[in-house]
């Protein structure tokens, strides 16, 4: 049973920096692609970074040029880095793996205060 877990999340000043962590059992070569979503209160989920098999990223439009989504197949490990952080970013990030199904992780809060 794939299991995916978070880490890195919590507060930050704006412009601050964090990186979450997603740590996955088994073997990254087994999913499609993997990525980072989040979602806010009172809002529906939404894409932050996609990362294919073949290292090909793709970032929502309010995220470019500050998050960086980096896979390492070693440690089973895709990564958020987050830099010139905003309070619209605060949110709770989950992870996303797709293979023959897909798979979410637990979330993890992430806030940005002013």
């Known amino acids: 049973q794939v299991q995916l877990v978070e880490s890195g999340g919590g507060s930050v000043q704006a412009g601050g920096s964090l990186r979450l962590s997603c740590a996955a059992s088994?073997?990254?070569?087994?999913?499609?692609?993997l990525g980072w979503y989040r979602q806010a209160p009172g809002k529906q989920r939404e894409l932050v970074a996609t990362?294919?098999?073949?290292?090909?990223?793709n970032y929502a439009d309010s995220v470019k040029g500050r998050f960086t989504i980096s896979r390492d197949n070693a440690k089973n490990t895709v990564y958020l880095q987050m830099n010139s952080a905003k309070p619209e970013d605060t949110a709770v990030y989950y992870c996303?793996?797709?293979?023959?199904?897909?798979?979410w992780g637990q979330g993890t809060q992430v806030t940005v205060s002013s």
């Open positions: 088994g073997g990254l070569s087994s999913f499609n692609a």
């Open positions: 996303y793996a797709r293979g023959l199904l897909d798979y």
């Open positions: 990362i294919s098999i073949s290292f090909r990223t």
